[in-house]
């Protein structure tokens, strides 16, 4: 069982910035993808950013410029900076993590952290 755990989120205002952190509790070297999506109130689970394969990254065309996502493989950990928050950006925000055992593709979350942005 992998074990990801997210922090970071709070309120901020408009324009703000926030960083948030996936703690993963195994290497995250070989993993085969991560990343971080977010869901709003009524709406569904969307991808924000991640690594597809080694460093190949993608993002969600609305936090082109805004996010970016990096990872420290030594740490074991994911990250999420988020500049120019604007109050769309409000969601829970959860990290997942694909990993391959066998020749089967498993999927994890975290708990998901809340980010609000508001004045």
């Known amino acids: 069982q992998v074990q990801l755990v997210e922090s970071g989120g709070g309120l901020v205002q408009p324009g703000g910035s926030l960083r948030l952190s996936c703690a993963v509790s195994?290497?995250?070297?070989?993993?085969?993808?991560m990343g971080w999506y977010r869901q709003a109130p009524g709406k569904e689970r969307e991808l924000v950013a991640a690594?597809?394969?080694?460093?190949?990254?993608t993002y969600a065309d609305s936090v082109k410029g805004r996010f970016t996502i990096s990872r420290d493989n030594a740490k074991n950990t994911v990250y999420l900076q988020m500049n120019s928050l604007k109050p769309e950006d409000t969601a829970v925000y959860y990290c997942?993590?694909?990993?391959?055992?066998?020749?089967?593709?498993?999927?994890?979350w975290g708990q998901g952290t809340q980010v609000t942005v508001s004045s």
């Open positions: 195994r290497s995250i070297f070989s993993i085969k993808a």
């Open positions: 997942n993590a694909q990993i391959i055992y066998g020749s089967t593709e498993y999927g994890f």
């Open positions: 690594f597809t394969s080694g460093s190949t990254t």
